[in-house]
């Protein structure tokens, strides 16, 4: 299996579920991968799962840094040379509360993790991209990015920054064949709906009801679709929001 061959890729929430599984598969695909995330023990422990699968290195940043994010970008290049593919999926959900009740501060986070770090991202990842002629950017964004949805007003308004971004970015470096496009997940078992379940007081099981096809969304059902927007077989999209969601846009 050789979808991603020669091509190498930075994945940022590289620990996390979605993060982990993907870089997994591109790794089966034939990429080299660089994994990002802030917690040191998920990295080494993610680094460890992965090692097995192809070649991988682990860097520990705060994509909210602008400094540590050019540092990221900067060894990941000493590394390996170049950047084809960039997944920048870091994020965090936020305090679960009625807007009015939601603290000025964990507003500022979340917008600083899910909207700076994405722009961050962008900033210095795509000068590369833009210098080689070529290279995919994934961004995460959410069905929250799409629709409303009460008691996370931070991560609504964050999700729908994620695709103004996405769209800015796509038209700005079409012209040097580089593309930039959103993908929008349903709920997703993983720790962050653990948390939003906690907050919200309800479980899975009425969660689910409200997607059409009955279930949560898997990590790899995600990274599914991370790896077809990596590949070339999508050489002509950009600037897009791909809904993974189940029938929820549908309703």
Not at 179 to 187: A, F, G, K, M, T
């Amino acid at each position: 299996m050789s979808r991603l061959a020669g091509k190498v890729a930075v994945i940022t929430g590289g620990a996390g579920g979605i993060g982990k599984i993907t870089a997994e598969k591109f790794l089966k695909e034939g990429a080299k991968v660089v994994i990002v995330d802030l917690m040191q023990d998920a990295l080494d422990k993610a680094k460890s799962e992965l090692d097995g699968h192809g070649e991988v290195i682990a860097i520990k940043a705060d994509v909210t840094n602008a400094s540590e994010v050019e540092s990221y970008v900067k060894r990941a290049i000493e590394h390996f040379g170049r950047i084809d593919v960039f997944f920048n999926n870091a994020g965090i959900e936020g305090k679960v509360a009625p807007l009015v009740d939601q603290k000025v501060e964990d507003f500022d986070q979340v917008l600083s993790v899910n909207v700076r770090g994405v722009f961050l991202g962008l900033k210095y990842v795509l000068p590369h991209l833009i210098q080689q002629g070529s290279g995919s950017v994934i961004n995460t964004s959410s069905v929250a990015g799409l629709d409303g949805s009460p008691g996370v007003a931070p991560y609504i308004a964050s999700k729908h920054a994620v695709v103004g971004l996405t769209k800015t970015a796509a038209i700005e470096v079409a012209g040097s064949n580089v593309r930039v496009n959103s993908i929008h997940p349903s709920p997703v078992n993983t720790r962050m709906m653990r948390s939003l379940e906690s907050g919200m007081k309800v479980d899975e099981h009425t969660l689910a009801k409200t997607i059409p096809l009955g279930r949560y969304g898997e990590t790899s059902d995600i990274a599914n679709l991370v790896l077809f927007l990596a590949s070339d077989e999508s050489t002509f999209i950009t600037g897009a929001q791909y809904r993974i969601d189940g029938g929820m846009g549908a309703l």
